[in-house]
Every structure is written in structure tokens, then in C-alpha cells.
């Protein structure tokens, strides 16, 4: 628990000391000077030092004069005196409340720091000064202080005191600065430095605390340890992943040499058919051309065993009119004897069929059809003497003995 400030106003035996007292009386935790006052003069001064760090009010016949500036004043006389010296430092001021109540009716203490400032300027320290002073700005911050606190703490458990110190800072900075900063004091900072529970208490969050900070300690290694076997697991997938690419890029690599292997066995193929190609393409040639060396040998033999062919034809042919001739001539002379004969007959039996006829109308049939037999027989005769060639008249007559219906 930390202790009360309280703001004080001091007498000082001369003004040049103003910074000293200042430094000394903010080392005392318990009273913090903010006003000094130098001691009253009766006799005229040589000379009179005036401090440049705070502001520093001076007056004539008790009627305030305003700001003395700082520096070192000749032949001061009685009846000037420096009525303040006004700190301008920012002041940290602690207002701790104790035993205040919470919603759950716990005492706890809280310790508050604020810090302020006077000014900022020479009409916020005469109106500090002349409207309110040094003991009741402390009374003022106190009692505001205190009171806020502890409404504070009454609005919450005792479990959530912590967890208001920000809005609370904020909430009583802006409640603060209303209602002083018409007496020329301006609030910088309100902050909760501190927030004690009953011990027993204490000790029950304490140990609450620190189970709970074995459990998250708990869950953390329980988290670590699910994070290693996650680890471990991610890295013998990634063996198996790495080892399933390796033998995946083996079983391309072995692909990659089937399919050249392939092409140069197609190459080769392609090559061997190119070759088998270009022979077939020879022996093709060559045989066409053996082919139209045989075919011109066979048209030439052809030509000429046709040519024999024709000669013996011809001689054959030459040969038969030679033959036909002579057996024609022969045929003329053998059918003109039997022509001669013929005729002789013919004559014979014209003059028998007259006499006949005028004797025997009625035999005209029986002799008619003897006669075609006696005409038929020599016909038969005349074919069956071999080959004939027989032309001119006698073969015209002949051609029609030969065709009965033509009589």
C-alpha cells in the first residue's frame, strides 16, 4: 500500500532558494510543496534575486502586481513583496483508498497516482493562487480521488477490479479536469498503480493464479507436444512424399529411357523399312526394267515367229491354191465327162419319158421320182470322188441339182 500525498504551501527565508526547497520537498514522499512564500522585508534591499524556473507573483502595498520576471532587481524597496512562488514542474500525486467495498462485499485497497500541472500560463497561476491554494487542491484531489474509487469498486466484483483500470483512468481524468481546471490546475495522467485484496484472498487467487498458469502451462506443453508429433508426422509424410518423388521421378527417368529406347528402336526400324524400301525400289526397277527387256525379247520373238508364221502361212495357203487349182482343174474335167455323160443319158431317158409319156400319163409320178434318184445317185457319185472345184455355169447348175425345192 502506498502512501497519501498532500500538496503544502511553505514559507522560504529568501526567493532564490525557491528551486532549491522545490527539489528538496519533492524528495519527501509525504508532503510535496507546490506554493512558497518568502518571508516579509522591512528594510530596503540591495538587491533581490528572482528565480526563472516557477511563477513568481509579487505585489505593492499588498495589491497584486501580476508576474516578476526573473533576474537580479537593484534597491528592492519594503513595500514590493514577492507574495508566491507557483511550481510549473508536473507533480505526481498518489491518493490510495483503503478498504473499499466491492459489488460482492470484498475490501480491497487501490492505490491511484495522478499527475498535474499549474498554468500553463501567468492568469492560471493567479487564479490557483487567489481562487483555491495549495491545501485545497489536496483536500479537492482527495476527496475526488477517494470518491471515484471507490464507486468504482463497488460497481465490479472483486475478480474484475483489474480489468476496469483503463476506463477508469479515462473517466476520472475528464471528471477531474471539470472541475479544476477553473482554478488553473490541468490533470495530465490518472492511472491505478496498484489494487490489494485481503491476504486470504490473495493467497486463494494466488494459488487460483497459479493453477491456472500450470494449466496453461499444461495446455502450452500439451500444445508442444502435439506440435512435435504434428512435426513428426509432417516430416515422415514429407519422407514419404520425398521417397514417392524420388521414385516417381526414377519411374520418369526409367519412362523417359523407354520412350527413347522406343524411338531409337523406331528410328531404327524406320531406317531398316527406308532401306528395305529403297531395295524393293531397286529390284522394283529392275525387274520393270528386266520385265521390258523380256517383254521387247518376247514382242521381237513374237514378231518373229509371226512373221514364220505368216511366211508359212503364206506358203501353206500358196501351197493349197496350188492344189486347189490342180484338183479344180481335174474336178472341171471329170464333171464335164460326166456332164457329156450326163447329158447322153439325160437325152436317152427325155426321149424314153416322151415316148412314154404319150403312152403312160399315169407312170409321170413313179418316173418322176426314179429320175430324182437317178439324179441323187450321181450327185452321190460326183461328191463321193473326193474334193470339186467346179465354177462358171456348170457349178451354178450343178448347186442347184444339189437343192431339189429350187426346180
Known sequence: MSFHSKLVQREIGA???????????????????????????????FMLGVPSGPFVLYQKWNADQGILEPGLKRLWNPW??????????????????KNCPTSDNIMVHVDLSLTFQIGPDEEAAKKFVYSLGAYRLDELLSAEAEEAIRGLVYSVTHDKVDDLREDFAQGMLSTLNSKINCYGVRIINVKITDVVLPQQLQDRL???????????????????????LQDEATKGLETILKSNARKIQMLKAEQSRYSLERREMEEKARGEAKIQEMKATYMAVIEKKSVAGN????????????????KNAELESLKIMIQAKQQ??????????LIDVAESKAGSMITSAKAEAGGAKALSEKRRYELEWSRLAVLKKIAGQGRRFITGKVGEELLSDLVPMSK
Open 328 to 337: 479344180a482343174a481335174t474336178m472341171i474335167v471329170d464333171s464335164e465327162a
Open 15 to 45: 526567493a532564490f532558494k525557491a528551486d532549491r526547497e522545490f527539489a528538496i520537498g519533492s524528495k519527501d514522499r509525504t508532503e510535496i510543496p507546490i506554493v512558497l512564500i518568502p518571508r516579509k522585508h522591512f528594510f530596503p534591499k
Open 80 to 97: 514590493y513583496r514577492i507574495s508566491h512562488i507557483v511550481t510549473k514542474s508536473v507533480i505526481s500525486y498518489n491518493a490510495p483508498a
Open 206 to 228: 494466488e494459488s487460483t493464479t497459479a493453477f491456472k498458469t500450470r494449466l496453461g502451462e499444461e495446455e502450452k506443453n500439451h500444445e508442444n507436444r502435439v506440435h512435435v
Open 295 to 310: 517383254e521387247t525379247v518376247e514382242v521381237l520373238n513374237v514378231q518373229r515367229n509371226a512373221e514364220a508364221l505368216i
